[in-house]
């Protein structure tokens, strides 16, 4: 029987030094537990988890993501995934099927755009998630997104799980899509917001009875 470590923690203090873009904060992405356990694998850029960044991500891997933010390329275990470098396998929220949770976000940098989430029953402990596992899960308002508005810094998202989902090892995924470039809107126009976006995502796991 495998032990499950569920380490409960709180919103983190980001550190001044700390600058960039955004990431979940509750309940704990992989990479910033560190913050509050200084004996885990530490990382200054936690809140820079953007696929490679735009080139790389466009240009290089064909708009393709990391199932958690890391550069498509990078040979699998990727460091936020499932056994990987972040990926330690550390419960961070406990949660009841069917319930309403509060998930919390920093943006360091608010790039607009849109917040979604996903979730993925994570069947084999000893391999990384793919993206088909993520299902995505709505707001407690019905709504798919939360639009970020121009003066959000800290944002608490109320997210539903499903009722009939139950799981040991599940990844919760915030998902930020920026708003912030010029794009296509694939009706003749272009305008700020529409086409290829600048991408961050945060991975966390949880356990839901």
Not at 39 to 64: A, M, R, T
Not at 104 to 111: D, E, I, Q, R
Not at 160 to 169: H, I, W
Not at 171 to 192: E, M, Q
């Amino acid at each position: 029987m495998a032990v499950i470590l569920v380490l409960l923690v709180g919103p983190i203090l980001l550190l001044e030094q700390v600058s960039g873009h955004g990431m979940m904060l509750e309940p704990t992405n992989r990479a910033s537990l560190w913050r509050t356990y200084d004996s885990l694998p530490s990382n200054f850029e936690d809140n820079q988890f953007f696929c490679g960044g735009f080139k790389v991500q466009y240009e290089q891997n064909g708009g393709n993501c990391g199932p958690c933010g890391d550069n498509y390329a990078d040979p699998q275990p990727r460091a936020n995934e499932n056994t990987g470098k972040y990926g330690l396998g550390i419960i961070t929220g406990v949660y009841s099927s069917g319930s309403v949770i509060n998930v919390s976000s920093t943006l360091t940098a608010n790039h607009l755009g849109s917040l979604s989430y996903s979730v993925c029953v994570l069947e084999d402990s000893s391999s990384p998630e793919t993206e088909e596992c993520f299902q995505a899960l709505k707001l407690a308002d019905g709504s798919e997104s939360y639009t970020v508005q121009p003066t959000d810094f800290n944002v608490v998202n109320q997210v539903q799980l499903p009722e009939d989902l139950t799981c040991d090892r599940c990844v919760l995924r915030w998902h930020y899509r920026c708003g912030n470039s010029w794009g296509d809107c694939g009706d003749g126009t272009g305008a700020i917001g529409c086409g290829d976006q600048e991408t961050f995502r945060s991975c966390a796991d949880i356990l839901i009875l």
